[in-house]
């Protein structure tokens, strides 16, 4: 399978991908798909664990054709989808193939999602599934990304971090739950390795009927209509686009690079708001000595994009959760 060729006009192409599977000795399989993203030029962060690899990685399409039908070999990667898009320059300055726990940071290391993960739902029969009165809905992202859009009637949880999901359900299950028949239980999130997660999670908890969004928002977004869509606002993003909306169009929100967190106009036109400085989600959060570093690496950014060199903090890692440090995201 080869990699798409032209995304607008972008000579470097970015490819996100996860997948759960069984890996016996991630240990084992690190260094040579290290030596095949160097070899082929490829740059970004992948993780490896024993359920799995998740990651974004970037280069020229045949440099990726050859990474990626490297990493189709490993067990159970066979059909690994990857979401593509595009880049004028290299978004990442190094490449790294990192062993953990989990490729995604829930916390609840027992778990099996290649095996034991709830139902998939294609997003054509999401809006059905969800519009059942008998179906609970929860959005499995963090705070600042459900603020920022989120799905018609989901609850959301609230929480900072995908760490917290497991003890706000065992905390809240006999108000979601209730008593009697278990209703069914609908989860999303960006791209869809929380939600796949967090399914395998209340399974291992004894709810039986759990479903999740295949391809998560994101695919959601991509082939569902705006007219048809239950979906309400934008969609946080881990990369430069910030927040995307119906048909994966651009987003109105910027992005605080003090906190990492969006802001919308809204929040652009506070007095509290400075670009590159602060926002007022986190102006209280910071000191004045804070403020002044920030500042002055926005002059550095800025410095270096008029002298046309690359800045190493001007690029917010794709797909990487400022809350987590983990990949928190998909």
């Known amino acids: 399978m080869n990699t798409p060729r032209?995304?607008?006009?972008?000579?470097?192409l970015v490819a996100?991908?996860?997948r759960f599977a069984s890996f016996?000795?991630?240990a084992a399989l690190r260094l040579p798909l290290l030596q095949a993203c160097r070899e082929n030029g490829v740059r970004g962060t992948l993780l490896l664990a024993n359920e799995g690899i998740n990651g974004t990685i970037a280069g020229s399409p045949d440099g990726l054709d050859r990474v990626l039908d490297h990493i189709r070999t490993l067990p159970g990667c066979e059909d690994i989808e990857v979401k593509f898009s595009g880049a004028t320059t290299m978004p990442f300055h190094r490449t790294k193939v990192r062993l953990k726990r989990e490729i995604v940071t829930m916390g609840q290391g027992d778990l099996d999602p290649a095996h034991n993960a709830g139902t998939y739902v294609d997003p054509q029969d999401w809006n059905a599934l969800i519009a059942d009165p008998d179906t609970i809905v929860i959005d499995t992202r963090n705070d600042y990304e459900v603020a920022v859009g989120r799905f018609e009637g989901a609850i959301d949880p609230e929480t900072a971090s995908f760490r917290d999901f497991p003890k706000w359900f065992r905390e809240e299950r006999e108000w979601l739950l209730g008593e009697g028949k278990t209703p069914k239980v609908a989860m999303y999130c960006t791209g869809g390795i929380r939600c796949e997660k967090s399914t395998a999670f209340l399974k291992a908890e004894g709810v039986e009927e759990v479903y999740h969004l295949n391809g998560g928002i994101l695919k959601y977004l991509e082939t569902v209509p705006e007219e048809l869509s239950m979906w309400r606002g934008e969609c946080f993003v881990f990369d430069q686009r910030v927040s995307v909306s119906h048909?994966?169009?651009?987003?109105?929100?910027g992005l605080c690079?003090?906190?990492r967190r969006p802001v919308s106009?809204?929040?652009?036109?506070?007095?509290?708001?400075?670009?590159?400085?602060?926002?007022?989600a986190c102006y209280a959060e910071r000191t004045d000595e804070q403020r002044a570093a920030y500042r002055e690496r926005h002059r550095q950014e800025e410095l270096a994009a008029v002298e046309g060199r690359a800045h190493v903090g001007a690029v917010l890692p794709v797909n990487k959760d400022p809350a987590n440090k983990d990949h928190d995201d998909d």
């Open 6 to 12: 032209n995304i607008e006009n972008a000579p470097i």
């Open 16 to 18: 996100a991908l996860y």
């Open 24 to 26: 016996a000795d991630p």
């Open 247 to 253: 048909g994966l169009a651009p987003g109105t929100y």
């Open 257 to 259: 690079f003090a906190c």
């Open 265 to 280: 106009p809204e929040d652009q036109a506070s007095p509290l708001y400075e670009e590159g400085a602060s926002c007022p």
